[in-house]
């Protein structure tokens, strides 16, 4: 047993599917298999139970998995300490984030990040779901993502840091700019930009409408959030979007911003293993945006 048979099994686990993680991995979908048989053999017992289409974890693969997943958290942590230790005091941090996100929550923080930090890497990658970033958090890819609070997911934190109003993005001379708010009801059936689909933030806002009874029809649909923005600002449609940091209430130029305060705020904030495994440069990182932003 090693601990890249480990590492192949909880990735299994994780995707549901051998072949899936052999495309990953960039090998053959015997050679992940070899590294599940060889668990198999060490404990002489059934790890996966094997299925037309993927694989189910059996109670024990459930119970090794647990563990494995833990201890290869630790040994990542151990690895990452090692390093900062011998090449003194340097690390990296490594962040599932996008443009939208640089922008507006934590520009700032990356510029007294690295006043403070000089020596420590700020790396970050684009991961295109909340799933995405999710198993890149499990496998040790990622250190932490920032992303639109759902349903719990096993093996990740998440941690709540601000809750983002709704408001509705329109152009200057659209007949709904001269508001200063507005209830969700008053746009009941009106055609909107949609936000990216099924991502989060979308299930979020159907969820709020939801509650209140309102359904919007939708025309164009965007990947960010800032490209609904800049639709709605040069008149292709109107926008609900959160009111993210850095922009202007009700808005200036020729876009508006109108308030929507009764649907249910968006909870955006920190993903993780586990907090206490973060390294000292993630953690300082991650408490540093926490404080910017709620400060």
């Known amino acids: ?39 198999e053999r060490e404990f002489g017992v059934a790890l996966l139970e094997r299925r037309s289409r993927g694989v189910a974890v ?13 201890g290869i958290s630790g040994l990542d942590l151990a690895v990452r ?14 962040l599932a984030t996008g443009a939208t996100t640089v922008r507006h929550f934590m520009s700032d923080a990356v510029v007294a990040f690295r006043e403070r930090h000089p020596n420590v890497n700020l790396e970050f990658r684009t991961v295109s779901s909340g799933r995405g970033s999710f198993d890149a958090l499990a496998d040790g890819t ?39 708010s507005l209830s969700a009801g008053e ?21 709020a409408c939801a509650e209140l009874g309102v359904r919007f029809a939708y025309d164009t649909s965007v990947a960010d959030w800032d490209t609904a923005l800049l639709l709605a ?21 020729a876009l508006r911003l109108v308030p929507l305060p009764d649907l249910r705020p968006l909870p955006v904030g920190w993903a993780m293993r586990r907090w206490e495994t973060l390294s000292p ?12 932003r709620q400060g």
């Open 187 to 207: 746009l009941d059936g009106v055609r909107l930009i949609r936000l990216p689909p099924n991502s989060t933030s979308a299930a979020h806002l159907d969820a």
């Open 81 to 94: 300490e090692l390093r900062d230790l011998v090449e003194g005091g340097r690390g990296y941090v490594r």
């Open 233 to 253: 600002e040069v008149g292709v449609g109107r926008a609900v979007v959160p009111a993210l940091p850095g922009l202007a209430v009700p808005g200036a130029g």
């Open 281 to 292: 440069p993630a953690r300082a990182f991650a408490d540093l945006v926490v404080e910017l």
């Open 142 to 180: 990622l250190d932490l993502a920032w992303i639109t609070l759902g349903p719990a997911v096993r093996g990740i934190e998440q941690r709540p840091v601000v809750e983002l109003p709704w408001m509705l993005a329109v152009r200057e001379d659209d007949a709904f700019a001269r508001h200063t």
């Open 1 to 39: 047993m090693t601990l890249e048979d480990l590492r192949v099994f909880v990735a299994v686990c994780r995707a549901g599917s051998l072949s899936a993680v052999a495309r990953e991995a960039g090998c053959t979908q015997s050679a992940v298999s070899q590294h599940v048989k060889r668990l």
């Open 58 to 70: 059996t109670q024990a693969g459930r119970i090794l998995e647990a563990a494995a997943r833990d």
